[in-house]
């Protein structure tokens, strides 16, 4: 339960966070809220040399317009989302999972920039930004990119992300009048989800239900191709490749995902 | 009027809710000015052979003193023998050929059994330096669940030629059951929980003098002393044990684990003061576990609800060294029949060892099993005969005209009106409009069913009542009073109880007396805080020398204000001592206490008048659940928990509290897991799931006191009751809401998975 030894470094600015991160190596650790990676480095489970800590960036916590977009800063915290104004009336799907994320210490500290950069298939917000079809803009050595949210997550914690590669912002296109729902089913409160579903308008997105985060395409083709709310979600577990632990195995994932998938249209439905 | 029974706010809480309270590893006490930090290297592997330990590379890391192994214990005699008779019915380890080592020497046989100590400058560099401990190990096979050790393929201690250290009880004779119109058997699990105090084990230790003194998070100091003596092999005399705040200990802080001992040893060894304090990945691997009971009940009777025969086999996982888990069985037979007059009752059981965790006593400590169980076979036996639980409870409660009431088991109940609680907790609860409610939703299909679960207990508290418990109590000049206990507060309250007894016996305001627990150089003797004993024993010695000092003080004041003592009142109410009709000239505490004798006003007490009492109540919880997804929630929580004589309802309702949390805990969410192998899964608290507020209603606490005589203060225990009764009123609820489609039973703890496997006649998924 205690880290093995690293090096600290803090960034004052993006720049210089992507000049640190480039000078110490492929596996200098950008430390956010530290939430995620530094249980992980209690446990040993993940031994970084050296971390940068990007937690005082000033310039990374923003929830803004802009363009139809709404932006917001990877540094902008769950409770920030949870409670922005203009999110709960622009992306209230965005705004309600991140008010589920963990527990208020959690949210008080964890970003959304470190949730998605993270990758853990069983958090929130990595599908909610599929569903929501976020654009995430990174920050490397090599210049800016931005990357379709489908494109980014490629395996279990792993990113389209180069080493020294920092997420600064995700934008979100306005979801305009379209339903939403996001069912998260767990044991207690705090956990992460067994199964999650994440729903936008005709876009349907699972959490858990396999290495990363998973549109349930063959959900939304049946609902284009006008099958009914029930019959589309039959048609959940199409496509994924549930894990399988303590909270269940593959088959019950795969039930899971079909019956909050169904509840989940159903909501989003009512919303419209 | 009496402070007793009122509700008075806890003394404890303003320090630990602002300045916050000091915990072992807090100190920063002279005396462990440059203590090295001890780490342990822990074994990885269930079951090994040590073929070799290479400290060399951790030996000249940064910060490293000294790396320690059992190679180094060659100071310590040989290890207890077994206690007589085979220890079974004794709290202690078995020792032996089942003896448990300090540090592992030849043989591994859990992951979490410690191998080797490292103690270094710097609490960091300790971790780091385990690291390079390196350790040959040859694996052998796991012996993982009570089948795999009953099969003996692969022995623990080949010595010993079994997996099997006690076996109790009579042969099974199914002549009990003729006569029964209806007979039902089961196997069921009473699951492996973890007791996740939220202070985990820590311990200090420094020599000065050849006398040791070692502070520790303990639920009896004295007793530790005593264990730390024997082993160091000292003259208790020689062994100052202090116990700081303690975070709790749920029973797995009773005595001293071996790893405190080690970091006493060491400090001996290294000539400089040790502390130690575990991390949670530690804790939950290497302090004991609680339950882990296979139990299969039989239970008989007639159709109109009367049973007429129970039997109880019992297979109690000992895990891998027997510690005290001999005795959790033995009580859980004791205790089998519960609040139910039945005629045959027969119990066996066995305790084997496996290649996990040790068990022993966790809130409740064989009680919790044994209730688990026939509310279990008493809702089975219901479900069979198609009658309503309740009816079926009412018929076999034992009756409030036959008290005493002694059980087959063993047990002598003392006092008791079974039946009122039963009925207390169906009209609070509105039983019937809760059926009628559950009928409509099983007419309708509803989605999210409900579930109304019944449990009605007995227990038993303080079994060892003869052991006895100190107080040793003060009266200052300054009209102050102190309280020496034996007893040892570890979040209860003793300092607020304790406080409220001396006021009320002596009329010295609560404010002005002062609790002292946990220090074997001011209070050598005592037993300490378990069995839901505190009150009723350390309560009443506290209460006998009260009336002690009450005495002496009016032999006082009679020689003070010329009268004689049969004439001398004590007006309680103001604290102050005066002649019967004549109020106004009235003595004060602190003119009687300067005007004793050098010793002043005191007197010590270890009380031993005592007898077990038999604490009994009903819980019954309404659940809801989605049959698509097979979660379930708590709706309410109704109990009435009869403790007798309540001293403070605030304490009692807060044991109440803390003790239904974990009950719903264990029936719904906490289980340890092993794989095969013998390797935790469960081994952070992401994957052990311990219960949150979320998950809670806000239980719904009734009033019932039934005293006993059992001690002077009327008390019984309450520290364990909530436990008691609530893990097998949500199993029965959960089950009770699945009961149409066919359920009878599910094994705990009744996570999402496995009632939806039950719902659907899967089998259990995982």
Not at chain 2, 281 to 294: D, I, K
Not at chain 2, 483 to 507: F, I, K, N, P, R
Request: aromatic share 6%.
């Amino acid at each position: 339960m205690i880290p093995a030894p690293f090096t600290y470094r803090r960034a004052a600015t993006v720049d210089e966070a992507v000049t640190l991160a480039a000078r110490g190596g492929e596996d200098v650790k950008f430390l956010a809220g530290g939430h995620s990676l530094l249980p992980l480095m209690k446990l040993r489970l993940v031994v970084p040399p050296e971390l940068v800590d990007i937690g005082g960036i000033g310039e990374l916590s923003h929830i803004s317009e802009a363009d139809g977009h709404v932006r917001v800063g990877a540094l902008a915290t769950h409770d920030q989302v949870a409670g922005s104004a203009l999110l709960r009336r622009e992306l209230p799907l965005l705004a309600h999972a991140a008010g589920r994320v963990g527990d208020p210490q959690v949210r008080h500290r964890g970003t959304i920039g470190g949730s998605l950069a993270h990758a853990d298939p069983a958090a929130d917000l990595p599908a909610v930004a599929l569903a929501l079809g976020a654009t995430l803009v990174t920050r490397g050595p090599s210049g800016t990119r931005e990357i379709a949210a489908g494109d980014f997550f490629t395996g279990l914690f792993e990113t389209v992300l180069e080493p020294g590669e920092l997420l600064a912002e995700i934008r979100f296109p306005k979801a305009g009048p379209s339903g939403w729902s996001f069912q998260k089913f767990t044991k207690r409160g705090i956990d992460w989800a067994i199964v999650g579903v994440a729903v936008a308008g005709d876009r349907v997105a699972l959490v858990n239900m396999g290495p990363t985060p998973l549109r349930a395409r063959a959900v939304e083709d049946a609902l284009a191709s006008g099958a009914a709310p029930d019959e589309a979600a039959a048609r959940a577990a199409e496509g994924t490749s549930a894990p399988e632990d303590l909270n269940g195995s593959r088959a019950y994932r795969e039930h899971l995902a079909r019956v909050l998938v169904g509840r989940a249209l159903g909501e989003a439905r009512s919303r419209r | 009027m009496s402070i007793v029974g009122t509700r008075v706010v806890r003394t404890e809480d303003p320090r630990l809710l602002t300045a916050g309270g000091s915990y072992v590893e807090d100190l920063r006490v002279p005396e462990l000015a440059g203590a090295a930090w001890a780490t342990f290297v822990r074994s990885p592997i269930a079951h090994a052979r040590i073929t070799g330990v290479d400290a060399s590379a951790a030996a000249r890391a940064p910060g490293v003193i000294a790396v320690l192994t059992a190679a180094d214990m060659d100071d310590l005699g040989p290890p207890p023998p077994p206690p007589p008779g085979g220890g079974g019915e004794a709290p202690v380890p078995l020792g032996g050929p089942w003896a448990e080592p300090l540090l592992a020497a030849d043989r591994v046989r859990f992951v979490g059994e410690p191998v080797a100590v490292v103690l270094t400058e710097g609490r960091y560099q300790g971790e780091d330096a385990a690291e390079l401990v390196s350790v040959d190990y040859e694996p052998l096979p796991a012996v993982v669940g009570v089948e795999a050790a009953l099969a003996g393929q692969t022995l623990l201690f080949p010595g010993t030629g079994s997996n099997v250290p006690i076996t109790a009880g009579g042969q099974a004779d199914d002549a009990i059951f003729d006569g029964c119109d209806v007979v039902v058997e089961r196997t069921i699990v009473n699951q492996r929980v973890a007791p996740v105090p939220m202070e985990a084990r820590a311990a200090a230790a420094r020599w000065a003098d050849g006398r040791l003194t070692a502070w520790l998070s303990t639920q009896a100091a004295q007793l530790g002393r005593f264990v730390m003596a024997g082993v160091l092999g000292l003259d208790p005399a020689a062994v100052r044990v202090i116990t700081p705040d303690v975070g709790g200990g749920f029973g797995a802080k009773v005595g001293v684990d071996r790893d405190a001992l080690v970091i006493a040893w060491a400090a001996r060894r290294l000539g400089r003061p040790v502390r130690w304090a575990e991390t949670r990945s530690e804790n939950l691997v290497a302090m004991t576990h609680g339950r882990g009971q296979r139990q299969v009940i039989k239970i008989g009777g007639r159709k109109d609800g009367r049973i007429l025969a129970y039997r109880l086999h019992v297979v109690q996982d000992a895990g891998a060294y027997p510690r005290m888990s001999g005795f959790l069985p033995f009580l859980t037979c004791m205790m089998a029949s519960g609040p139910y007059d039945i005629a045959h009752v027969q119990t066996a059981y066995q305790v084997v060892v496996t290649n996990t965790t040790p068990t022993g006593a966790y809130r409740g400590a064989g009680r919790p099993e044994a209730t688990a169980a026939i509310e279990r076979a008493v809702d089975l036996f219901a479900a069979e005969i198609g009658l309503d639980p309740a009816e079926v409870r009412r018929t076999n409660l034992v009756p409030p005209d036959r008290f005493p009431y002694q059980t087959a088991g063993g047990a002598r109940y003392d006092t008791g009106d079974y039946a009122a609680a039963l009925d207390q907790v169906l009209s609070a609860a509105g039983y019937a409009d809760l059926r009628a409610e559950q009928a409509r939703r099983r007419e309708r299909g509803d989605v999210v069913q409900l579930g109304i679960g019944l449990s009605s207990y007995v227990e038993i508290t303080a079994a060892d009542a003869a052991g006895g418990e100190t107080a040793r109590l003060v009266v200052h000049p300054d009209g102050t009073a102190t309280v020496y206990t034996g007893s040892s507060a570890h979040g209860q309250g003793h300092h607020t109880a304790w406080a409220m007894l001396v006021q009320d016996e002596l009329g010295i305001e609560m404010a002005k007396v002062t609790v002292v627990h946990g220090d074997t150089d001011l209070i050598p003797r005592g037993t300490g805080t378990y069995a839901s004993r505190s009150l009723q024993i350390g309560g009443a010695a506290v209460h006998v020398a009260a009336a002690d000092v009450r005495e002496q003080a009016r032999r006082v004041a009679a020689d003070l204000l010329e009268a004689s003592e049969a004439d001398l009142e004590l007006d309680a109410e103001r604290g102050l001592w005066h002649v019967r009709g004549d109020p106004e000239a009235a003595m004060t505490w602190a003119q009687v206490a300067s005007h004793a004798s050098a010793e002043g006003l005191a007197a010590s007490v270890n009380y031993t008048g005592g007898q077990p009492t038999f604490p009994f109540g009903t819980h019954l919880s309404v659940v809801e659940v989605d049959t698509q997804t097979g979660k379930v929630r708590v709706l309410r929580h109704v109990t009435v928990d009869d403790a007798g004589t309540i001293i403070s309802p605030v304490l009692a309702e807060g044991q109440r509290h803390g003790g239904i949390a974990q009950g719903i805990a264990q029936a719904l969410l906490e289980e340890v897991v092993y794989d095969g192998q013998g390797n935790p899964v469960t081994g952070t608290l992401a994957d052990y799931a311990v219960i949150t507020s979320a998950e809670l209603p806000s239980f719904e606490l009734l009033a019932k006191q039934t005293p006993t005589t059992a001690n002077p203060l009327g008390a019984k225990g309450i520290g364990e009751a909530g436990t008691i009764g609530a893990v097998p009123a949500v199993q029965n609820a959960v089950i009770d809401a699945l009961s149409h489609r066919g359920v009878r039973h599910i094994d705990m703890p009744l996570t999402p998975a496995r009632v939806w496997a039950a719902i659907n006649g899967t089998g259990v998924i995982l």
